[in-house]
């Protein structure tokens, strides 16, 4: 895998073989880096999100990109759930890796075309932890925060959205750790499972 994104002009600084070692690194060599590959293979991918969770707790938000070598639904919401801006199947061809890397590194979302329909259809069958809730059915979003949660739900990152809407990006945290909070979620995906439902945005 370094190989062929050495061949891709990308350049790797680190590898992991487990998360015992990236633990161990706790983000020594990852502080600063621009995008983080995750590979998964086998099955009990949780404790690796976990790490990955853990590490991004310490040292700040990372973009990650998680591949892996079976396309689960399970596996989509756990990598989005610690915040994975793109999935990817293991098999894949090299140049969709390198895609979702290069948007990954540019704060942009990349899912396979397997993952995203897994996903569209989690949405469309209202699955997911709390999907129909009757307290997320009353939540008050003001007109601002609906503007962020429908451009947060195209891909944009804080920088694009404050561009956008000509605030700072550090509103936009702020407007996004309320709305988070006001929709009681924890990650994009489940904030757009949250928005189409209460017809915010359209799938």
Do not use: W
């Amino acid at each position: 895998m370094a190989l062929l994104l050495q061949q891709a002009g990308l350049a790797v600084s680190g590898i992991y073989h487990d998360e015992t070692a990236l633990a161990a690194d706790m983000g020594a060599t990852l502080a600063g880096k621009d995008v983080v590959v995750l590979l998964l293979s086998g099955s009990g991918p949780f404790q690796s999100f976990q790490c990955m969770r853990d590490l991004m707790a310490k040292i700040g938000p990372l973009p990650l990109v998680v591949a892996s070598d079976r396309i689960a639904s399970g596996q989509v919401q756990g990598a989005l759930r610690v915040g994975a801006k793109g999935f990817v199947s293991l098999d894949a061809d090299p140049a969709e890796l390198t895609h979702a890397i290069l948007q990954a590194a540019k704060g942009q979302p990349y899912l396979t075309a397997d993952a995203s329909q897994l996903l569209a259809q989690d949405i469309s069958n209202g699955l997911g932890r709390g999907a129909h809730s009757p307290r997320r059915a009353g939540v008050d979003l003001s007109h601002r925060e609906i503007e962020i949660v429908q451009l947060l739900c195209e891909g944009q990152s804080s920088k694009e959205i404050g561009r956008h809407l000509q605030i700072s990006p550090k509103t936009v945290e702020n407007h996004r750790y309320n709305i988070y909070r006001k929709c009681e979620v924890e990650s994009i995906a489940e904030l757009i499972r949250h928005a189409i439902s209460r017809g915010l945005v359209a799938i």
